[in-house]
């Protein structure tokens, strides 16, 4: 196709686009709420992903020793814990160092509740906390490590942990249905618009064909026709979901809820701008094309 | 040259438009094709534009199987042809240069091209001094003068004509077959299917005569005698 085509294209494409001005902006918007739900089910998986890696970074156990083991036997017990597979770090806590974390943070200004305890009256035992490779394993590595020699017990999290990685999963998937009918009924919307542009012009179409017109050049203003609803519609729901998203991300900051943190906007914004314009752009090239099949059976 | 061998066309309802059809046409040649309506005329015409395909036959567009051509081949056929109907098919909302440069413009000339090429076409058919003016403020003669110019601007060897006068007054009729005749002595080959007796009389072309699908008459230099189609 060369440059006078392309030219007379996109001119063509933008006079059906004015022409069926009050569909058009009809279109638009019902495009762009598609869009901003669309994109709002995004933010939220970007979100949850963000969430479950969070989660899964802290896939972390807690070994606790014996009350009384010496020394040495506690630097031994850190070396047999890395002989084990699914070790990916260990980190040692002295007992010295849990009872001053409990005293500081944990039961400051409620000593009271610490009993009778003192420095020389630790009741804390050492411990490792020990990172672990793959979550999913954490069952087996657990049963291995409480095998080792003057291990009191182990703690881990991970029922707490497979709940929010079933829920994470939940919200995806939950995400990827919603997503895929939305972007279906924009495609009907789009398409419905665009067949408008068809139906008016069919006796253009008609001359076309019997001129010598090939189906890509009859196609392709339809097509851009509905890429530059769509661009619009993804522009103008990324402009609301912004704004929306950068209002969210401040009252999340300046709230004491830190379970979890948002993705910053400047880290999410790229990759949802690309995603909004190519999900634009399709619908406007699926919907379009749907629309045109009909009408070039000459 | 175009050439018809054993055509049978039978509509997707059932009804035999032509059967086992042979036809020579040379190049440059002036073709009447009469009959009554239904006969199947206009059906030959839309075999030769491949807007419909033969049920079983062979149609030859200069040595090339036209009925074998893909989809995607058909726009290049109708580029060597140009077609002018009894409705004209105009563009109501363009001008008469812009439904000229339009059919240019659908097979990619360049700008150049086209304002060197509009006007001379526009001259050929005498609506020049109409260029700017819509199809809605000019006469049905000068509405198929323009579709006339439109199958043209494109340097077709085969104009095909379906019932072009149909919708005219005999005077402009007589006006617009001048225009075809003119095209036709430049070497264009004409093909028009037609009911006007008095100008197929006048003209005296070759006339092709089809009745239920055959071909019952061709005579070079021929007249519209047959008192069945005249009823």
Not at chain 1, 157 to 172: F, G, H, L, P, Y
Request: hydrophobic share 45%; glycine share 6%.
């Amino acid at each position: 196709m060369n440059l006078s085509k392309i030219r007379y294209s996109i001119s063509q494409a933008k006079k059906n686009v004015i022409r069926n001005g009050l569909m058009s902006i009809a279109s638009l918007f019902t495009i762009s709420c598609c869009l901003f739900i669309l994109g709002l089910f995004t933010v939220i998986t970007f979100n949850v992903n963000s969430f479950t890696t969070q989660i899964k970074d802290q896939c972390e156990i807690q070994l606790f020793i014996n009350l009384g083991t010496d020394e040495n036997r506690v630097s031994e017990i850190a070396d047999e814990i890395l002989t084990y597979p699914n070790i990916k770090e260990v980190v040692f806590h002295s007992r010295e160092e849990l009872y001053e974390y409990a005293m500081n943070d944990v039961f400051d200004g409620k000593e009271e509740l610490i009993g009778n305890y003192t420095e020389e009256d630790n009741p804390f035992s050492d411990s490792y906390k020990i990172t672990l490779q793959d979550i999913s394993l954490t069952s087996q590595t657990v049963s291995q490590l409480e095998k080792i020699a003057d291990v009191s017990h182990i703690e881990n999290k991970q029922d707490v942990t497979n709940i929010v990685i079933s829920a994470s999963n939940a919200v995806k998937n939950l995400s990827a249905v919603v997503m895929l009918i939305l972007f279906m009924i924009s495609i009907v919307i789009i398409s419905n618009t665009v067949r408008l542009t068809v139906f008016n012009r069919r006796k253009e179409i008609n001359i076309m064909k019997y001129i010598g017109a090939t189906d890509r050049f009859i196609r392709i203003p339809f097509v851009i026709e509905g890429i530059m609803i769509g661009f619009l519609g993804a522009i103008l729901s990324f402009a609301l979901i912004s704004w929306g998203y950068i209002v969210i991300y401040a009252k999340f900051a300046e709230s004491s809820f830190d379970v979890f943190e948002l993705i910053p906007y400047i880290n999410i914004a790229p990759l949802l701008c690309v995603i909004f314009i190519v999900f634009g752009c399709l619908i406007g090239i699926i919907g379009s094309s749907i629309s045109m099949r009909k009408y070039l059976k000459v | 040259m175009i050439e018809l061998i054993n055509v049978t066309k039978e509509y997707d309802n059932g009804t035999l438009a032509l059967e086992n059809v042979n036809l020579q046409i040379e190049n440059g040649e002036f073709v009447f094709l009469v009959g009554s309506s239904g006969a199947g005329k206009t059906t030959i015409t839309k075999l030769l534009m491949r807007e419909e395909n033969v049920t079983s036959g062979e149609i030859f567009l200069n040595g090339e199987d036209i009925t074998k051509i893909t989809e995607k081949e058909i726009p290049y056929l109708r580029r060597k042809m140009g077609v002018v109907f009894q409705d004209f098919r105009l563009l109501n909302d363009r001008t008469v240069y812009e439904n000229v440069e339009f059919a240019m413009r659908v097979v990619g000339a360049s700008k150049r091209e086209i304002r060197r090429r509009v006007p001379v076409v526009l001259n050929m058919v005498g609506l020049n001094y109409k260029a700017k003016m819509l199809p809605s403020e000019l006469s049905g003669g000068e509405q198929q003068r323009v579709a006339l110019a439109r199958a043209l601007v494109n340097n077709p060897s085969i104009l095909i004509a379906d019932e072009p006068t149909g919708n005219l007054n005999p005077k402009t009729a007589m006006e617009i077959m001048e225009i075809f005749e003119n095209i036709n002595q430049m070497g264009t080959t004409v093909i028009m299917a037609t009911h006007a007796k008095d100008i197929v009389d006048i003209m005296h072309k070759r006339v092709i005569e089809v009745c239920d699908g055959h071909i019952v008459r061709d005579e070079i230099g021929g007249e519209y005698h047959d008192e069945s189609i005249e009823n």
